[in-house]
């Protein structure tokens, strides 16, 4: 069983639609969970970070925790063509951080 | 700096060749990591540094990989004898302070190919 597990996609939604992207993961002392964003041939780029249980909200994007299912998601209201990417959970223990192999998701015009 | 660099931005080599791989953390920034990630592929966990303190370099793949940081801020990575496998990109990230809520910035990535 991998560490981090992410369905690969792709996703599609139309613009304007709520994307959801979904992990789990393995560790139950993972402490801090990360999502990050990767446009193509560019470096992966935080978008946030949760480490409580519940939803957490930054403008557009709410990630949302639960650490009984360890589970974590990420969701992305009115949907925009530049939201284009792969989207990369990442979760923290105590040194390292384990990434998931990434989401890709498209918003079509 | 502003940000993490890294050196070089693309590198072709021989198998059995050694490379090095340079990564400028983010001046103040304590703590860098180093990923590899192959086409395709999620971020493979290399190492880890935090200050002074021994690295974490429980994610090593083998002991022909080896990484140094030198001065508590610019880390080398270093492949030995490379093999075709080895091809990916080696992305080096620096946070603050290696704190759990840490955010981690990364650099642009250098782009290994062995051929």
């Known amino acids: 069983q991998k560490e981090v597990e992410q369905n690969s996609g792709p996703l599609s939604v139309p613009e304007g639609a709520i994307a959801s992207l979904n992990c789990t993961y393995s560790?139950?002392?993972?402490?801090?969970f990360f999502w990050y964003r990767q446009y193509s041939g560019k470096s992966p780029e935080l978008i946030m970070f949760?480490?409580?249980?519940g939803d957490k909200e930054d403008g557009r994007f709410t990630a949302q925790l639960n650490k009984a299912s360890q589970y974590v998601s990420l969701l992305i209201r009115d949907s925009q063509p530049s939201d284009s990417a792969t989207y990369l959970c990442?979760?923290?223990?105590?040194?390292?951080?384990?990434f998931g192999a990434g989401t890709r998701l498209t918003v079509k015009p | 700096g502003a940000g993490v660099s890294q050196s070089p931005s693309n590198k072709v080599t021989e198998k059995g060749k050694d490379v090095e791989l340079r990564c400028d953390p983010i001046?103040?920034?304590?703590?860098l990591y180093w990923y590899r990630q192959s086409l395709g592929q999620g971020l493979e966990f290399l190492i880890y540094?935090?200050?002074?303190?021994?690295?974490?370099k429980s994610g090593l793949p083998s002991d022909r990989f080896s990484a140094e940081r030198t001065g508590g801020s610019v880390s080398t990575l270093t492949i030995q004898r490379t093999q075709q496998e080895d091809s990916a990109v080696y992305l080096c990230?620096?946070?603050?302070?290696?704190?759990?809520?840490?955010?981690?910035?990364f650099g642009p990535g250098t782009r290994l190919t062995v051929l």
């Open positions: 540094f935090q200050g002074n303190s021994a690295p974490d």
């Open positions: 001046s103040g920034h304590t703590a």
């Open positions: 560790d139950r002392g993972s402490q801090s």
């Open positions: 990230a620096s946070s603050r302070d290696g704190l759990s809520t840490d955010t981690q910035y």
């Open positions: 949760i480490y409580s249980n």
């Open positions: 990442a979760v923290r223990g105590n040194n390292d951080m384990r």
